[in-house]
């Protein structure tokens, strides 16, 4: 005699969120609107057009994405200070 299929649970959209933002946060991340934090997200220099030299009175250590000393908080690599890229914004 052949078995009855086993009842399959329901699972729904809202508990399989709840899952993986559980998931997430014991790695240590977050989940907000849709997006995981906590991991490095940063851009390429080259996707933003990064360059070593200002454009006109715009530089890194004028944006507020700039971190010292030769660091940025959105694109990945060494930022010099004098650079500059197109996601620039003025502190
Ligand atoms: S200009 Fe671009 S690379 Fe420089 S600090 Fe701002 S966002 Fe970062």
């Not at 399959?8 to 991340?29: C, D, H, K, Q, V």
Request: hydrophobic residues 35%; contains cysteine.
């Amino acid at each position: 005699m052949a078995d009855a299929p086993r009842p399959r649970p329901e699972i729904s959209r809202r508990s399989l969120l709840t899952f993986a933002a559980g998931g997430a946060a014991a790695l240590g991340m977050s989940v907000t609107a849709g997006r995981v934090e906590g991991t490095p997200a940063k851009l390429s220099q080259q996707a933003v057009a990064y360059q070593n030299t200002p454009k006109n009175d715009q530089r890194c250590d004028a944006c507020v994405h700039f971190e010292p000393p030769s660091s940025c908080k959105l694109i990945e690599g060494e930022i010099n200070p004098s650079g500059w890229c197109k996601m620039f914004k003025k502190k």
